[in-house]
C-alpha cells in the first residue's frame, strides 16, 4: 500500500505538488490523468524516493520514505524514457540490471523478454530498436523481479494495437496477484479499461474523479 501524506514540493520557486493526500491500495490499477507538466511524473518520481518532498511524507506499507528506507524495497517503474546501454542488446541490458541486486537469472531475462513480446536471441543493439520495442524491453525490465509497486508513466507510448491488448493483459495478471499498481497515460480508452480508481492532477493539485 502507498500513502501520500500531505505532500507539497517545491521546485525553481514553484509550487509543484500542492497538499497531496492519497492512498494508493494493492490489488488495484490507479491510474493518474493530466495535461504536461501537471505534476504526474513529479508524484510518480516522489513515490519512487527520487525526489523527497518539500513537506509531507509518503509511506510504503507503513514504512515512511528518506526516513525509514531510502526507496521502496519491491517496485518496477517506467518514469519517463526508459534508460538503457544503447551498444547493448535488449537481452544484455536485462542481464546487466538483473546482475545489480542479484535477485533472478539470466533465463527469467529471457522469459520475461518474451513475455512482452521481444525475442531474447535477437542481438540488434537497443540503440536500433523502434520506440514501441523500447516501450516493450522497459517493461519488461519494469517487472522482471516481480516487484510488488509497478509505476508507470505512460507504458504504452509507441507500442501498437497487438502491443497495447499485450501490455493492458500482462497489467491485469499482476493486478490479480495483489500488486500495487499505478500508470500515467493520455489515453482515455486505456485509463477506462483498465483503472480501478482514477485521480486527475492539475497545477500540483490531485483530485479523485473515479
Known amino acids: 500500500m502507498i500513502r501520500v501524506n500531505n505532500v507539497s514540493k517545491m521546485y525553481n520557486n514553484e509550487c509543484v505538488l500542492k497538499n497531496v493526500n492519497v492512498m494508493f491500495e494493492s490489488g488495484k490499477i490507479h491510474g493518474l490523468v493530466g495535461k504536461n507538466g501537471s505534476g504526474k511524473t513529479m508524484l510518480m518520481k516522489t513515490i519512487c524516493g ?97 516487484p510488488d509497486i509497478l509505476v508507470l508513466d505512460e507504458p504504452m507510448n509507441g507500442l501498437d494495437k497487438q502491443g497495447i491488448e499485450d501490455i493492458k493483459k500482462l497489467l491485469n495478471g499482476f493486478r490479480d496477484n495483489n500488486k500495487t499498481i499505478l500508470i500515467a497515460s493520455h489515453s482515455q480508452i486505456d485509463i477506462d479499461e483498465l483503472c480501478n480508481t482514477v485521480h486527475e492532477m492539475d497545477s500540483g493539485v490531485l483530485k479523485a474523479i473515479k
Open 50 to 146: 527520487f525526489v523527497l518532498p518539500t513537506e509531507g511524507f509518503v509511506e510504503i506499507d507503513g514504512k515512511v520514505i528518506g526516513k525509514d528506507i531510502d526507496f521502496p524495497p519491491s517496485i518496477g517503474m517506467i518514469i519517463e524514457t526508459p534508460g538503457f546501454v544503447p551498444y547493448y542488446s535488449g537481452l544484455k541490458n536485462l542481464e546487466y540490471l538483473a546482475s545489480l541486486r542479484g535477485m533472478i537469472k539470466k533465463s527469467d531475462c529471457k522469459r520475461f523478454m518474451k513475455v512482452v513480446g521481444l525475442d531474447p536471441a535477437n542481438r540488434k543493439h537497443v540503440s536500433k530498436y523502434s520506440l514501441g520495442m523500447r516501450q516493450r524491453l522497459g517493461i519488461a525490465q519494469a517487472i522482471m523481479e516481480d
